[in-house]
């Protein structure tokens, strides 16, 4: 497999993040006799920096050239005073568009040696997994006309408007994302929605119902927003794949990332568009760059998402998702996710602070080690 990625490290705990991710999946190159390549390019602040911009046409360019992008994190407060669209965030919004991806990916899942940190008791959280499929370029934020009057004195001042739109062909480009994905996973589709209010919903609903059509191993089911809200807190378990559009999967997204305890943790993927966009959920955390704390597991999980939707090596991808939980079970952990070891806790218990480098060596060993065990069982 041959595989060229364009790495945007960023900003803030960005490239120490990215670092140890790109560490990862020169391992699974190197034990798996992949041949990948990477190419490092400037995105938000320190493009700005270099550049003027936050996103040099030379980036662009090479990023459109690319097989997958691999992002770490943008934004620095010592941009503030600049305009929104200087500032580092513009450029993040900018590549977004420009590599047309309308899927976005976020699993939120229930890590048994982290039960204690999401504030669900751990009887919720058990054997949590889900994979949130949201409509990405549709919906409020993208829908016009759109606007707003702050003079309260002209015609029609005082005003703000932001219109939610979808075409059928969105609802079904996205929706077969959601079906391919859970075809391969429980064979559950969660539909959300707000179908008693909203005509959009509406469309939404019947569009995704005619989608499940195609998919008869896969079972389908519509939720409300709000009542999807509260099940998410209260029996995570029993959803699969949850699709959704734009505003609602935003929240409920964000909502899910307690299942699993830290924003530390949490992968993403945009797919769909000219290249595929990969990209941790946590931000740029200015405040500890530098220092060794960052969790890097965020990055490195979304470096096997790299692997999964981009390469389709679903074993390698498996392989480092398994490091990262062998890692986190035997106690390791870094400072957002650490939790005080318990007066008189078996050894089994007791919690390791490591540092973002240690962390991703930790992750590199593990990943070596079941790599190598299933070379040798092939080999038999």
């Not at 305009?83 to 977004?96: T, V, Y």
């Not at 899927?103 to 058990?126: C, D, G, H, Q």
């Not at 530098?290 to 965020?298: D, M």
């Not at 992750?363 to 069982?377: G, K, N």
């Amino acid at each position: 497999m041959r595989l060229k990625i364009a790495i945007l490290a960023g900003d803030g705990i960005g490239p120490e993040v990215t670092n140890e991710a790109v560490n990862i999946l020169k391992a699974v190159a190197e034990l798996g006799g992949h041949d990948f390549s990477f190419v490092p390019l400037l995105l938000g602040g320190v493009a700005i920096t270099a550049t003027g911009s936050p996103l040099p046409t030379a980036t662009l360019d090479a990023c459109l050239e690319s097989d997958a992008v691999l992002l770490g994190a943008v934004g620095d407060n010592k941009f503030n005073d600049l305009s929104p669209d200087k500032r580092p965030e513009a450029g993040l919004l900018q590549i977004r568009q420009a590599l047309g991806g309308f899927a976005n990916l976020r699993p939120s899942i229930a890590y048994p040696a982290l039960a204690e940190n999401s504030p669900l008791r751990p009887e919720v959280t058990k054997d949590a997994n889900i994979l949130f499929v949201r409509e990405l370029l549709g919906g409020l934020y993208f829908g016009s006309p759109r606007g707003w009057n702050k003079e309260p004195s002209a015609p029609g001042g005082g005003e703000a408007i932001n219109t939610m739109r979808y075409t059928r062909a969105e609802v079904v480009r996205v929706a077969r994302v959601a079906f391919e994905l859970a075809a391969k996973r429980r064979k559950k589709v969660t539909s959300v929605d707000k179908a008693n209010v909203l005509e959009v919903s509406q469309l939404w609903r019947a569009t995704v119902t005619e989608v499940a059509a195609d998919y008869p191993e896969v079972t389908l089911e519509h939720q409300l927003v709000d009542s999807m809200a509260m099940h998410i807190m209260n029996i995570p378990r029993n959803f699969d794949v949850v699709l959704t559009e734009n505003l609602f999967g935003d929240i409920l997204s964000d909502e899910a990332g307690v299942i699993t305890g830290s924003l530390g943790m949490l992968p993403s993927a945009t797919i769909g568009g000219t290249v595929n966009l990969y990209e941790p959920v946590h931000g740029s955390a200015p405040d500890i760059a530098g220092t060794g704390k960052a969790n890097p597991l965020g990055a490195i999980l979304t470096a096997a998402m790299v692997l999964r939707h981009t390469a389709n090596l679903e074993q390698d991808a498996a392989a480092i998702e398994a490091a990262v939980g062998k890692v986190l079970s035997a106690g390791h952990r870094t400072a957002d996710i650490a939790r005080r070891n318990a007066a008189g806790a078996s050894n089994d218990a007791v919690q390791h602070l490591v540092s973002t480098r240690e962390m991703g060596k930790l992750v590199h060993q593990a990943l070596a080690e079941s790599i190598d065990r299933r070379q040798s069982m092939h080999a038999v």
